[in-house]
């Protein structure tokens, strides 16, 4: 089993920045794609931005030139850094793991989650 936690969220005015961090562990053979993506209240859940296991990036529309995520191979974690952020910013923000079995089989973990409120 791999678990993924995320940490950074948190309460921060317009045009601020935010950094989040998200950590896959435990029963590990190859970590191949990390994503964040992000729901506001009454919202389907959407991609935000992810990153590939060599590094090619993807963006939602909306964010590109604001957001930049990163990964560490080493450490099985992907950031996400948050600038001139702005209300419509604010949602859940969950972090996505492919993980690849030993049998090379692909598996799907999420996040519990962190939230991001930008005020105003």
Not at 33 to 55: E, H, N
Not at 68 to 81: E, F, G, H
């Amino acid at each position: 089993q791999v678990q993924v936690v995320e940490s950074g969220g948190g309460l921060v005015q317009a045009g601020g920045s935010l950094r989040l961090s998200c950590a896959a562990s435990g029963n590990i053979f190859s970590i191949n794609a990390m994503g964040w993506y992000r729901q506001a209240p009454g919202k389907q859940r959407d991609l935000v931005a992810a990153i590939t296991g060599g590094g090619a990036t993807n963006y939602a529309d909306s964010v590109k030139d604001r957001f930049t995520i990163s990964r560490d191979n080493a450490k099985n974690t992907v950031y996400l850094q948050m600038n001139s952020l702005k209300p419509e910013d604010t949602a859940v923000y969950y972090c996505k793991a492919e993980h690849i079995t030993i049998a090379y089989t692909r598996e799907v973990f999420w996040g519990q989650g962190t939230q991001v409120t930008v005020s105003s």
